[in-house]
């Protein structure tokens, strides 16, 4: 709705002088009838002071009118002489509703300016749009959907520079009989925590684009799957808990997104919480937890596990268990956590992984930029 701006707009003392002579009043006059100094008239009608609530409950009283209508030309007068050179604050205002921009320029994504177009054009280049009216889309093929309908704008500025690290990265074209190979492969890598520096490797051998960006704080993300150009899988990860469990089900269940397919009709997926609760859970997300959950340790043997040592499971059982089928004891432990509902069981076993695996990776944060 556009605001009607007066032409001009007069001092409060104006107004003043004119009920003045409608009444037949002096300054004097007026001043014995407020009980205050006669100079504080004067000002007044010289636009020497200002209207305050005091006064303006006053004036009030002896013209019949309402104090509003006095403050009101008070502020009227007050803001027509501040004079606005430009629309930066507006401009500003809408670039920090849209995207996280201290953080983002914090991160060096967006590098700062005094020029403010200049800035506007650098955020519309991060996120792939020619004006701020737009909303950012993450991929580009036509039977793509807005990747920002339900994502924060944390989020989505997280996910663009994932993209926009997995577009420079020199991958061979990806083969899903590849990654299937990669996984088996990686299925030896899970007895301990410095193999996973080999993970990077082996999905970019498979033609997965693969970026480590740490998390913005509030953003509460595990991962997320999309493609680029409809042949390019990317999987970004935040190792928001540094775990050795939770990295492997992540991976694992974005993964399988990606031998799904999933994230192709969908524009992107980004996924908060991986592991939680299937109830209500979509069919696909469904499958890339069981994906995850059987990754780490197989179901079968660790239905076979609990079914011979319930209720009595000691960490010395569990070390053994873990040896036997090959695995770091905090991945059983990490499964039977979330069986049990005991998410302090055992943590001790439950190893951090993430100096493992970023020296070997693209990565943007945690002290390194991509």
């Known amino acids: 709705m556009n605001v009607?701006?007066?032409?001009?707009?007069?001092?409060?003392g104006e107004f003043l002088r004119e009920e003045l002579e409608a009444?037949?009043?002096?300054?004097?006059?007026?001043?014995?009838?407020l009980d205050r100094p006669p100079r504080l008239v004067n000002e007044?009608?010289?636009?020497?002071?200002?209207?305050?609530?005091?006064?303006?409950?006053?004036?009030?009283?002896?013209?019949g009118t309402s104090a509003e209508y006095w403050m009101n030309l008070e502020s009227q007068y007050q803001l027509s002489k501040v004079?606005?050179?430009?629309?930066?604050?507006?401009?500003?205002?809408?670039?920090?509703?849209?995207?996280?921009?201290?953080?983002?320029?914090?991160?060096?994504?967006?590098?700062?300016?005094?020029?403010?177009?200049?800035?506007?054009?650098?955020?519309?280049?991060?996120?792939?749009?020619?004006?701020?009216?737009d909303d950012p889309e993450l991929c580009h093929a036509a039977k793509k959907t807005d990747?920002?309908?339900?994502?924060?704008?944390?989020?989505?500025?997280?996910?663009?520079?994932?993209?926009?690290?997995?577009?420079?990265?020199?991958?061979?074209?990806?083969?899903?009989?590849?990654?299937?190979?990669?996984?088996?492969?990686?299925?030896?890598?899970?007895?301990?925590?410095?193999?996973?520096?080999h993970v990077p490797r082996l999905l970019a051998e498979a033609g997965v684009r693969l970026a480590f960006v740490e998390p913005i704080s509030g953003s509460k993300m595990d991962g997320a799957c999309f493609w680029l150009d409809d042949k390019k899988p990317v999987v970004g990860m935040t190792l928001r808990f540094d775990r050795i469990d939770n990295f492997w089900f992540v991976l694992r269940h974005e993964?399988?997104?990606?031998?799904?397919?999933?994230?192709?009709?969908?524009?992107?997926?980004?996924?908060?919480?991986?592991?939680?609760?299937?109830?209500?859970?979509?069919?696909?997300e469904v499958l890339a937890n069981k994906a995850g959950a059987d990754f780490c340790v197989s179901t079968a043997q660790l239905d076979n596990f609990v079914a011979r040592v319930q209720p009595y499971f000691s960490e010395q059982k569990i070390l053994q268990f873990a040896q036997r089928i090959g695995v770091h004891p905090g991945l059983v432990v990490g499964q039977l956590q979330r069986r049990l509902g005991r998410h302090d069981f055992l943590r001790k076993h439950q190893v951090k992984i993430r100096a493992c695996v970023l020296p070997s990776a693209d990565v943007d944060g945690w002290g390194t930029v991509s």
């Not at 009444?23 to 009838?33: C, G, V």
């Open 255 to 284: 993964l399988e997104h990606v031998l799904r397919e999933d994230a192709k009709d969908s524009g992107g997926i980004v996924d908060n919480d991986v592991g939680a609760a299937d109830d209500e859970l979509p069919e696909y």
């Open 147 to 197: 990747v920002a309908a339900g994502v924060s704008p944390l989020q989505l500025a997280w996910l663009f520079r994932v993209k926009a690290m997995a577009a420079q990265q020199k991958v061979p074209t990806y083969s899903r009989d590849k990654l299937l190979s990669a996984i088996e492969q990686m299925r030896q890598l899970t007895c301990a925590p410095e193999e996973a520096r």
């Open 83 to 133: 004079k606005v050179p430009n629309d930066s604050v507006a401009r500003k205002a809408r670039l920090y509703g849209k995207f996280p921009v201290r953080e983002m320029v914090r991160r060096g994504w967006i590098i700062s300016s005094e020029n403010l177009q200049l800035v506007e054009r650098r955020f519309c280049d991060f996120f792939g749009i020619t004006s701020l009216d």
């Open 44 to 63: 007044i009608i010289a636009g020497r002071r200002a209207i305050t609530p005091e006064t303006a409950r006053g004036l009030a009283d002896a013209f």
């Open 4 to 12: 009607r701006v007066p032409a001009e707009v007069f001092p409060p």
């Open 23 to 33: 009444r037949e009043w002096t300054q004097q006059e007026l001043a014995d009838i």
